[in-house]
């Protein structure tokens, strides 16, 4: 929804999107924003207690600066231990751009984590600095 709101509101002009967006590259909410038509090829589910009438516009896709710039996704970009989620490790947050945008650089990010977990005395959060710099085409 995020998605196509923004495409609707950047009306035609480049934008980027950037968060934690708590899903992992393997999960469907990033394959529905990164791929074109990956809905065509699977069955969302049915609710019996809710009338689902929104369905994700799959023509208009995001681009990943990391996935861009690198080829790939970063290793990680949250490391957390709780009671819920012990020793928990996955790619959470990104930049995703549209539109005449060349990604220059990306922050560089260490291939794996340090110590227990984040945060720690290096680490103000359990979640990566992620960082970008664009040019516009």
Avoid: W
């Avoid at 950037?18 to 699977?42: C, H, M, Q």
Wanted: proline share 8%.
């Amino acid at each position: 929804m995020v998605k196509d709101l923004m495409f609707k509101m950047a009306a035609g002009h480049p934008f980027i999107l950037a968060g934690d967006f708590n899903f992992k590259p393997s999960e469907i909410p990033y394959r529905v924003i990164t791929e074109k038509g990956y809905l065509n090829n699977i069955q969302l589910p049915n609710s019996n207690q809710y009338e689902v009438s929104y369905r994700p516009n799959d023509e208009q896709i995001l681009k990943s600066a990391y996935c861009e710039k690198n080829g790939t996704e970063p290793n990680y970009t949250n490391f957390v231990s709780t009671s819920q989620t012990p020793n928990f490790c996955a790619t959470l947050d990104y930049i995703f751009f549209a539109g005449n945008l060349h990604v220059n650089e990306v922050l560089d990010l260490p291939d794996h984590p340090t110590g227990e977990s984040y945060p720690d005395e290096t680490h103000p959060s359990d979640h990566l600095m992620i960082a970008a710099s664009f040019q516009f085409l």
